[in-house]
Nanobody
Framework: VQLQAFGGGLVQAGGSLRLSCKVSGRTLSDAAVAWFRQAPEKEREIVAAIRWIGGRTLYPGSAKGRFTISRDNAKNTVWLQMDSLQPEDTAVYYC???????????????WGQGTLVTVSS
């Protein structure tokens, strides 16, 4: 499976961005797709995840309440709507696919190229 992430950019604090992840190569069936982010000199952390079938979601960190993950199975696309962005949200955002909806990046075996989100204060 291949993933391509789009939609990063520069936004002021308090603003919004929507990231897109286009999935291709094979049917995801019972997979999970997640968004991770990695800020300079920090470890990669999960932002949100969604089951391809059923749409159950996971928001394990500070994004809960501000970010929303969604998917369109027919379009093979997963989105991450990010609202009330803060400078600490500045990072490279990656989408990834794996067989289980877990918080560890090790559970995801297909990764997109990353898209940079910069939030200015």
């Amino acid at each position: 499976v291949q993933l391509q992430a789009f939609g990063g950019g520069l936004v002021q604090a308090g603003g919004s961005l929507r990231l897109s992840c286009k999935v291709s190569g094979r049917t995801l069936s019972d997979a999970a797709v997640a968004w991770f982010r990695q800020a300079p000199e920090k470890e990669r952390e999960i932002v949100a995840a969604i089951r391809w079938i059923g749409g159950r979601t996971l928001y394990p960190g500070s994004a809960k309440g501000r970010f929303t993950i969604s998917r369109d199975n027919a379009k093979n696309t997963v989105w991450l709507q990010m609202d009330s962005l803060q400078p600490e949200d500045t990072a490279v955002y990656y989408c990834a696919a794996g067989g289980y909806m877990r918080i560890s990046s090790a559970e995801y075996d297909a990764w997109g190229q990353g898209t940079l989100v910069t939030v200015s204060s």
